[in-house]
């Protein structure tokens, strides 16, 4: 086996993949015109979302396989796996709905009193 082999069984793939896309992203961002870079997300807005959803998602499955070791060749195995995602997503939500209550809650009335000017 030879490096590349060697790198590519170490490394998984969703990562090298990942990994080119930035590069990609910061290549083109520091050699072209940015306002040009922007029309283009602009004008393929719904693609960089599914990308960026997709690629989030492969690194999300990847870790539950990995964390949880569940085996995806069976039924069970899958739905287990669909299992902790939704129970992650919820828990993503309930989350979101707490920071946001909170936020909520405070007095963002700025208070000269309090050394303001």
């Known amino acids: 086996m030879g490096v590349v082999g060697a790198v ?3 490394v998984p793939l969703w990562l090298i993949v990942s990994l080119i896309l930035v590069v990609l992203m910061v290549i083109l961002m520091r050699t072209t015109n940015q306002v040009y870079v922007l029309y283009l997300v602009k004008n393929n807005f719904f693609l960089f979302f599914l990308a960026v ?7 999300s499955i990847t870790h539950i396989h990995t964390t949880y070791d569940f085996d995806l060749t069976s039924a069970e195995g899958i739905s287990q796996i669909i299992q902790v995602y939704v ?3 919820i828990g993503f939500a309930r989350n979101l709905g707490k920071v946001t209550s909170y936020a909520i809650q405070q ?4 208070n000269k009193t309090a050394g303001g000017k």
């Open 8 to 10: 590519f069984s170490v």
């Open 107 to 110: 007095d963002w009335v700025y």
């Open 87 to 89: 129970d992650w997503l």
């Open 53 to 59: 959803f997709f690629i989030i998602f492969a690194i």
